[in-house]
């Protein structure tokens, strides 16, 4: 079988989320939310953020939640403000659109490979000075919020002044800050990362808490920090498709998660061979593209490479660079192994020796 470093959810759950969810089969429960072990995590989220009064709500999956959440937050006629690499503009099928709301995109203006998936605040604030200032306002799609990812989708990382510089922003121009973090645990495990879950959750509007890529089979938690959600936020989660009949699935799974320091241990070890296989690809002489400082780690590889490398791995080769060279991305996860990244540096030494 070969080495998958395709993805953070190829594979199932991470043991101790699927004992527990053996462990408690047998178990009666509520069911739309009301069961035990949901309330647990909420409890336990609410912990983890700080936020005693966050109203927690658990989802099937990424792009339910973030068209639930931001359908939620906006108006009939708003759009939200986003970066052209930001995952539900590229990624989600046109999700947000199908219920009415635009994405705004901003413009790079940073041109750098490094950076040029994160927000800047000068963009954004450029952005909404020219809205503002424009006297034909009142014709185009009005910005009701601003969606920025943790980490991005590069794996790079805002900083916090950056975080804190965006949230004032919207703060200044009535608009809601919302925060996916579908791979919230690997953000938050990065030696890079300057801040903690109960920072960030205090410097948003609304965010989510990624399970699928974090560890469990499947399931998000979307969070109000100050417990603000948007009248009837439970009919609108129906409304999209993303309420759980058995919650308990994801309940279990996030009271695992959130038990003992799970959700931070798997962060952390997938972080950990993410980086080394990024010293791996170094050593071996290939550029990295971009700076990412997480799980995914994207490198330009030769074609040749490329073919002598999937005959052992599986890896997804995310877009050409020219016709002999295209950058590929590689994920490590909660099931990720040292013996699997070991192999992979020991091939490519191989490879650039030959």
Known sequence: MKISFESDYCNGAHPAVLNRLVATNDEPSGTYGSDRWSERAREKIRHATGCPQARVEFLAGGTQTNATILDAILAPGEGVIA????????????????????????RDSTGTVERHDLMTVV??????????????????????????????????????????????????????????????????????????????????????????????????????????????FFSTIKRHGALLAKSRLAGVQFDALFSDGLYERIGRHAVDLALELRSHFMSAGYEMYGASVTNQQFVVLPNAVISQLTERYIFE????????RTVCRFVTSWSTTDEDVASLGADLARIVKA
């Open 83 to 106: 970066v052209p690499t930001a995952h539900i503009e590229v990624h989600e099928a046109g999700a947000i659109e199908a219920s009415g709301h635009k994405v705004i995109l901003l």
């Open 317 to 324: 080769q995310w877009e050409p660079l020219d016709n002999e």
């Open 123 to 232: 963009d954004l604030e450029q952005y909404l000075d020219d809205f503002t200032a424009d006297p034909t306002r009142e014709h185009r799609v009005q910005p009701g919020a601003v969606y920025i990812t943790v980490p991005s989708e590069l794996g790079t990382l805002y900083t916090a002044a950056e975080i804190e510089g965006i949230y004032n922003i919207c703060q200044h121009y009535g608009l809601k800050l919302y925060i996916d973090g579908a791979r919230l645990a690997y953000a938050l495990a990065s030696n890079e990362c300057e801040y903690d879950l109960a920072w960030l959750a205090h410097h948003c509007d609304a965010m989510y808490i990624g399970g699928t890529k974090c560890g469990a089979l499947m399931g998000e938690a979307a969070v109000f920090p100050r417990g603000d959600a948007p009248r009837a």
